[in-house]
């Protein structure tokens, strides 16, 4: 059954990664997105492709049998008498209905809903035993998976007519659906055996007397395209499973009368058919009766006037029918009478649906492993998160816990700006009303937009404006540590604020000599669209619930971008912020990782940033995030062999990011497509039930979470709808990051647009 998932492991704010100066910015940006766009097209065509897979597979495994649902109590006023009271074969010489009965003493031994890969063999064996033939009424879909089967099937001398592709009642379908099914099974007869047949059987048929007023349109339209309509006299009745006794006796025709017999193949359990068959045919052949297939029985029973009559219908509609005007053989030729070389366009087109099924047949049982592997990590992840981040918790409000001697000495706070002027002044004013004491270092990076002559124009204590010339984020705070003048560093974005006692929280960790670097707890300012709830849900849910399970592990991945601190020798000895990645933040808290410092989480350290406000704005930084924490997991790849105490992030983050943050989240598209397909071709209501039951799972954990931050329960209203549009965008992102970077391709910055709606902090609403 299928289940929806979360949305990848929650926004780890990489920095905006390096930028180029203004008058370049353009002409990067469009060569990026010339770039990309085969990329984007790239990822789509393989969601794409992975649907037809899943669709293709669904329509193929429609229901077959259930033979009990043949109509009774219709009107026949439209039915011919003679078609009415006539024998089983129904065809249209000359355009005028007319029937044949099988000759005295003479078995047309019909199989339908094969082939099937347990049954119909057993059958065919059985045949081949007693030199017997038979004529087997194939479903199109079960021909497209079991080629193999149908060939074996007509070189033994069988023959073989269509029924229908999907074994849908043709009764009440429209002439263009009954078109499709016949022409599709006529193609997947040309792809597995190379041939094409003029007899029909349709699903739940049976006399002719059963012909109504609904069915006698399809039969009258196929006979006048040539086709030949098969019925029964004896129905063995073997698909209610009465026994082997009771199928004999009900096959066996009274007073030595010819009959056309129907048996199935598949469909079902058909156990007692394949060993009431060799009783079957030894008890006819005692009785003196011959075995032949529709086509025989009618040549037996033709005039040499009606032969020649049929022949020249024949001739007539060549071009029409299918198979495209191929001429027949006898059964002495090598064909059966009814079969046509399948040539041309008819033989490819069969031998691609063939090929594409093959694909289906072996794809979907892959993607069903891959389904319950996925399915399991994340339900394992939910369960760890759920424990985790109780037990984090609980930890932390121990009245005894405690970091060591309050910190209370001056800190240096860096905000590395670039045209940034929306949102500085906000940003400096929330750092001058910090409750502990702060330097104010802003980093200018070569704005244009004034930002710079906005800090300095403030006049606020404490603020130091250092200009440089663009050169990206990691070489402003760079520039920024080394203007510091004190031990501990905080680093944030110029578009986000803190609240008064954010630093004073952020920074009380450092009272352990171990630690070296220390997240705070990022919160979406502009939370009031539909955008930005869906946003607040991943980031209560992320800071809540992931950064405290990877905290109690020891294996904190980032430090976000809006809201770190670092002890200014660490950051020195890790060689400082890197340009080699679009996540510098990640980049820089592995390496301190490797380098032997503890990275920690402090949840009641709060900063309020501003998320994007629009769908292209949020992929085109999702997209950057993803690929630049895909660039920091490759570029520490050797950290999976470091021992030590420094090794703990190769053998315990490491893997957990991987598995959770890349390889769930490309896979869990699939959990959608299985829904879908569930809910198409399986059982709506319980694959709904299921969807719901882990969106429920879902609320509860995201409910913890928003209850350990204190926040309002009213945004997870917005949770259903996320789980429906924004989760798919998310995947697509992270799919279209594992293409780039599988093609080798490297993604440039692009400065988001900034509101500055995010003034003051918003507090919990």
């Known amino acids: 059954m299928t289940t929806p998932t979360t949305p990848t492991a929650p926004p780890s704010p990489p920095a905006r990664g390096r930028r180029r100066a203004p008058s370049r910015i353009g002409r990067a940006a469009s060569r990026a997105a010339a770039l990309q766009r085969p990329r984007v097209l790239l990822a789509l065509l393989l969601l794409l492709a992975l649907t037809c897979v899943m669709l293709l597979d669904g329509y193929l495994r429609a229901e077959v049998g259930g033979d009990e649902r043949v109509r009774t109590g219709a009107s026949a006023s439209d039915v011919p008498d003679d078609v009415l009271d006539g024998g089983p074969i129904l065809t249209f010489p000359g355009g005028q209905a007319t029937t044949v009965s099988v000759p005295d003493k003479t078995i047309v031994l019909t199989f339908d809903d094969g082939p099937d890969p347990t049954w119909t063999p057993q059958v065919l064996d059985i045949l081949d035993e007693y030199d017997v033939p038979g004529t087997f009424f194939l479903v199109g879909s079960m021909i497209s998976r079991h080629p193999g089967i149908v060939r074996d099937l007509v070189e033994q001398g069988n023959e073989v007519g269509v029924h229908t592709f999907t074994h849908v009642d043709l009764s009440y379908q429209s002439e263009a659906r009954v078109t499709r099914e016949i022409e599709q099974t006529q193609l997947a007869l040309a792809g597995a055996a190379g041939i094409t047949t003029t007899l029909f059987r349709a699903p739940y048929s049976s006399e002719t007397n059963a012909i109504d007023d609904y069915s006698w349109p399809v039969y009258r339209n196929l006979g006048e395209d040539g086709y030949t309509s098969v019925f029964i006299d004896t129905d063995s009745d073997d698909w209610k499973r009465p026994g082997v006794s009771k199928i004999v006796e009900w096959a066996t025709p009274e007073d030595d009368e010819g009959a056309s017999v129907l048996f199935h193949d598949a469909g079902g359990e058909r156990s007692q058919t394949i060993a009431a068959l060799p009783k079957y045919i030894e008890k006819m052949k005692a009785k003196g009766y011959t075995f032949t297939t529709v086509s025989g029985a009618m040549a037996d029973q033709q005039s040499p006037q009606q032969e020649a009559d049929q022949q020249s219908q024949q001739q007539q509609q060549e071009s029409q029918q299918p198979g495209g005007g191929r001429q027949p053989e006898q059964s002495g030729g090598g064909l059966q009478a009814a079969h046509h070389k399948a ?100 980093v200018d990076d070569g ?14 204590p404490g603020v130091r404006v250092v200009r440089q010339a663009n050169a990206g984020k990691p070489a402003a705070l760079n520039n920024g540590v080394r203007h510091a003048r004190y031990d501990i560093v905080v680093m944030m974005d110029g578009d986000t604020v803190f609240e008064p006692d954010t630093v004073r929280h952020l920074v009380q960790p450092f009272a352990d000599p171990a630690v070296g670097a220390v997240a705070g707890n990022a919160k979406v300012g502009n939370r009031r669209t539909l955008i930005g709830a869906w946003q607040h849900i991943e980031y209560v849910m992320g800071f809540n619930l992931d950064r405290r399970m990877y905290d109690l592990l020891r294996c904190m991945p980032t430090i976000p971008g809006a809201i770190g601190a670092f002890r200014r020798e660490a950051v020195l000895q890790a060689g400082g912020m890197s340009d080699d990645t679009l996540a510098e933040d990640t980049d820089i808290t592995i390496a301190l990782h490797r380098a032997g410092w503890r990275v920690v989480y402090e949840e009641h350290a709060r900063a309020w940033t501003e998320a994007p406000g629009s769908l292209g704005q949020l992929w085109s930084q999702r997209y950057r995030w993803s690929y630049g924490t895909m660039q920091a997991l490759w570029k520490h790849r050797r950290s999976l062999t470091d021992k030590g105490p420094s090794g703990r992030f190769g053998r315990v983050g490491m893997p957990l990011v991987v598995l959770f943050q890349v390889v769930t989240p490309v896979f869990a598209p699939l959990i959608d497509v299985f829904t879908v397909y569930s809910m198409v071709f399986v059982d709506f209501r319980a694959a709904l039930l299921a969807w719901l039951a882990v969106l429920g799972v879902q609320l509860v954990c995201a409910a913890y979470a928003f209850r350990l931050d204190r926040e309002k329960y009213r945004y997870l209203l917005m949770m259903p709808l996320q789980q429906l549009a924004y989760r798919q965008m998310m995947y697509l992102v992270l799919i279209h990051s594992c293409v780039t970077a599988l093609t080798g391709g490297r993604l440039r910055w692009q400065k988001l647009k900034r509101t500055g709606e995010v003034g003051t902090p918003a507090g919990n609403g």
Not at 348 to 367: I, M, N, R, S
Not at 391 to 416: A, C, D, I, K
Request: glycine share 8%; charged share 20%.
């Open 343 to 442: 040539t041309g366009a008819t033989l490819y087109e069969g031998k691609a649906l063939v090929a594409a099924v093959a694909v289906a047949e072996w794809t979907v049982p892959a993607l069903s492993v891959g389904l319950v592997i996925v399915g399991v990590a994340v339900m394992g992840r939910f369960a760890m998160m759920l424990v985790l981040a109780r037990r984090h918790h609980r930890q932390r409000n121990r009245r005894r816990f405690s970091w060591g001697p309050p910190v209370t000495g001056p800190v240096s706070v860096v905000v590395p700006a670039y045209n940034e002027k929306e949102c500085i002044e906000a940003t400096l004013r929330s750092l001058a009303r910090s409750t502990h004491p702060v330097e104010i270092i802003v």
């Open 447 to 460: 704005s244009t937009d004034g930002t710079a002559e906005i800090a300095e124009s403030l006049g606020l």
